[in-house]
């Protein structure tokens, strides 16, 4: 695991790399605002049906940065 900046997730986004982006703050934080693409963390077994290759690169966050 390593920290990446906000920075580093927005060029991400930007070259359209593939990676799976979770919010992992409340419903409440998800609902005002997150960054576009980004899902809602709700538990371990979610992130295997939305990442099921184990080589898919997974970015958590849970700051909100709008």
């Known amino acids: 695991m ?3 900046t906000h ?3 927005q060029q991400k986004m930007d070259r359209g790399d593939d990676f799976l982006l979770l919010e992992v703050l409340g419903e ?3 609902d ?3 960054l576009p693409g ?3 963390y ?3 077994d979610q992130v295997s049906g939305l990442a099921p290759d184990r080589s898919t690169e997974i970015v ?3 700051s909100n940065f709008n």
Do not use: P
Request: hydrophobic share 30%.
């Open 2 to 4: 390593k920290t990446v």
């Open 7 to 9: 920075e580093e997730i």
């Open 28 to 30: 409440a934080s998800y």
């Open 32 to 34: 005002r605002g997150h």
């Open 38 to 40: 980004a899902v809602r």
């Open 42 to 44: 709700e538990g371990r």
């Open 60 to 62: 958590a966050y849970c």
